[in-house]
């Protein structure tokens, strides 16, 4: 979709679809990404050259599977975020169980039998 602009300067056609420059359509934050592509895809679906018109569905299927992706990965963040809460609360249950555990030995074996369920591992060298 080049004009012809030289030394870097936007031309004429570039101005009419990046009215505030390339930079305000590719630096966008993520998030707002879908919305650019969208007002991008709906400004060149309007031109009267075809050839130019031609790359709003292809702007516009793009914006689709970003917009799918970024949802799969909010899900993804959300998942590993419940997954990670299960673990902490596994792990606290596991330390509840066996605190219990060992008191209970304590009480009915003693101290020094109940060690012996509850050996500390050997530090490495």
Do not use: C
Not at 5 to 15: E, L, V
Not at 27 to 33: E, H, R
Not at 67 to 84: K, L
Not at 92 to 113: D, P
């Amino acid at each position: 979709m080049a004009d012809g602009n030289a030394g870097g300067k936007a031309g004429p056609m570039q101005k009419r679809y990046f009215k505030d420059g390339l930079t305000a359509v590719t630096l966008v934050p993520i998030a707002q990404q879908v919305g650019v592509m969208r007002v991008l895809a709906g400004s060149l679906a309007k031109a009267d050259d075809t050839a130019i018109a031609g790359h709003a569905s292809g702007i516009e299927m793009a914006a689709n599977a970003l917009e799918d992706g970024i949802d799969a990965h909010q899900i993804a963040i959300q998942g590993a975020q419940v997954a990670y809460g299960q673990l902490v609360e596994g792990r606290q249950a596991w330390i509840r169980v066996y605190e219990k555990t060992y008191g209970e030995l304590v009480v009915r074996m003693g101290k020094r039998s109940a060690e012996s369920f509850f050996k500390v591992p050997k530090k490495l060298p």
